[in-house]
Antibody, heavy 120, light 110 residues
């Protein structure tokens, strides 16, 4: 069974750094595109970034380019999303999700979400 | 890239059919058969219900169907049930390994 398990909720202050994770299981990771999606409270889904772990192929949404960094460690089937300096506007739920095999036609599997709260 | 345009809300009655539209441009929806639709219940992660424009993942009810005409994709739900009340989002490939979501539609089953 394919599962994406995300790290737990985080509470940070503005200016702090943060790295959240998404661990895949069940042959779910290395040869698939893994993306991150943001959902601010009461708002819609926004695509943040995507990575093909085995090739370190990366793409960022223009809205998030320069504000976050996506990475992956294929040895432990884990993808990451990190911030070097958080802002209050980064407060949101962040989901990781896996694209379907050989297709950009849909995110087939989703993690449970990681709630990031940035507040002083 | 701008978000795809969806109606903010759609009402429906049990047993009825409803359609949710998702309008983009020739650079995303109109340019590829790579639109997906997601159902999200409150407090839950999104669930894929349509991929590649019109295909259903295993286990998704055949009451859900997808189509496209020009720059507008559509999700139709037939035989509405109370459990279908949720938020629905479309998403399209937008070229150069970019993706774009719609703003979401709240389906209310009255």
């Amino acid at each position: 069974e394919v599962q994406l398990v995300q790290s737990g909720a985080e509470v940070k202050e503005p200016g702090e750094s943060l790295k959240i994770s998404c661990k895949g299981s069940g042959n779910s990771f290395t040869n698939y595109w893994i993306g991150w999606v943001r959902q601010m409270s009461g708002k819609g889904l926004e695509w943040v970034a995507i990575i093909y772990p085995s090739a370190s192929d990366i793409r960022y949404s223009p809205s998030f380019q320069g504000r976050v960094t996506i990475s992956a460690d294929t040895s432990i089937d884990t993808a990451y999303l990190q911030w070097s300096s958080l802002q209050a506007s980064d407060t949101a739920m962040y989901y990781c999700a896996r694209l379907m095999a050989a297709s950009w036609g849909g995110f087939e599997y989703w993690g449970q979400g990681t709630l990031v709260t940035v507040s002083s | 890239q701008s978000a795809l345009t969806q109606p903010a809300s759609v009402p429906g009655s049990p047993g009825q059919s409803i359609t949710i539209s998702c309008t983009g441009t020739s650079s995303d929806v109109g340019g590829y058969n790579l639109v997906s639709w997601y159902q999200q219940h409150p407090g839950k992660a999104p669930k894929l219900i349509i991929y590649d424009g019109s295909k259903r993942p295993s286990g998704v009810s055949n009451r859900f169907s997808g189509s496209k005409s020009g720059n507008t994709a559509s999700l139709t739900i037939s035989g509405l049930q109370a459990e279908d009340e949720a938020d629905y989002y479309c998403c399209s490939f937008a070229g150069s390994r970019n993706l774009v979501f719609g703003g979401g539609t709240k389906l209310t089953v009255l």
